[in-house]
Each structure stands twice: as C-alpha cells, then as structure tokens.
C-alpha cells in the first residue's frame, strides 16, 4: 500500500506534539504542496524543549493495516532541512479496540545538507517499543496487522546524547508498505 497525500487526506492526518502536556511548547504543522509537477506532505516542526532537553513535534493519522501484517516495513521518499533527526512510530491497537501503551518507533536521521530525495527504509524488525519516549525492553514486535495509528516525529532528545532545537521541515512524496 502506499501514502500519496491528497486534499482529502489532510483532514485525517493531525497533530500530536508536547504541547498536549502543560510544560510542552513545541508544534509540527503539515500541508500539502501541490504544483504542477508533483505533491508531497510538507510536516513543519518547530522543537522548543524544556531545560532538560524534552520536547517533540509530530503528526498522525488513524489507519489500520490489517491486510498488510505480512509486509517487511515501510519506506519514505523525504527530504529535510532544519532538522536532522525523525522518526516513525506507530500504535498497535488492542483486542478492545484501543490503542495500547507503548508507541513502536524507528529514528532515522537526514541529510540536511542535501536537496536531493532520500529513501529511507524502516524495517519492521527493527522498531522498539517506547513508553513516554524510554525504551521498554522484552516487548512483543511490532505486528503490522495490529497497527491502528502511524506517525511521522522529530524530538529533542532529552534520552540522547545529542539534542536538537528549532524549526526544521520534512517533505515527504510518500510512505510505502515493503
């Protein structure tokens, strides 16, 4: 399956950053640029962090992926500047119908300096179970076919040995299934 990103499809996709919590003061937006020649999702993300380095900026969308449980990952044609450092993550939903705890995510970093499209594959196997952004050790794996929301994220990095502030941009032209 593939994300292509249409007018429609914005009213789907929506934010979930820090400024859910009270100390949060971060925001990612996203539109669609749309020219004559193409259109991609352009997810605009501004990180303020909190002194400890906390803060994160992302968007989200509601889609299940039932049908695609035997797919091997996911891959993104993106370009950033500004920011070096996303990442994917997703939430299996539960028997009841909710979403779970824990937020399965996959960082990958960018080439800033570049104006040239990246594909960047996020293999399945490789995504980790996080809780409030800590890594929860001894999970179950990711399970495609479980899967209720995906996202798209930057971060500060308050559990990094490197930190990131500011605004930056991801142009994304799509998200596959592999």
Do not use: H
């Not at 004559?36 to 509601?62: E, H, K, M, T, Y």
Request: glycine letters at 8%; one cysteine or more.
């Amino acid at each position: 399956t593939s994300e292509e990103f249409t007018e429609s499809d914005l009213d789907s996709w929506y934010e979930i950053s820090d400024k859910a919590r009270v100390p949060g003061k971060s925001k990612g937006v996203f539109a669609l640029q749309k020219t004559q020649v193409f259109q991609r999702l352009v997810f605009f993300a501004l990180l303020n962090p909190q002194p400890d380095g906390a803060c994160f900026a992302g968007v989200s969308i509601n889609r299940t992926l039932q049908e695609f449980g035997d797919y091997s990952g996911f891959t993104l044609q993106a370009r950033a500047q500004g920011i070096k450092r996303w990442k994917m993550n997703v939430k299996m939903v539960e028997e009841d119908g909710s979403f779970g705890l824990l937020d399965y995510e996959l960082k990958f970093e960018m080439n800033t300096e570049s104006e040239e499209f990246e594909i960047v594959n996020l293999p399945v196997e490789d995504f980790q179970a996080y809780y409030y952004g800590q890594l929860v050790e001894d999970q179950p794996p990711l399970d495609l076919s479980k899967v209720g929301r995906m996202g798209l994220q930057t971060f500060g990095g308050v559990f990094e040995e490197t930190r990131q502030t500011g605004p930056g941009s991801l142009e994304v032209d799509y998200i596959k299934l592999y």
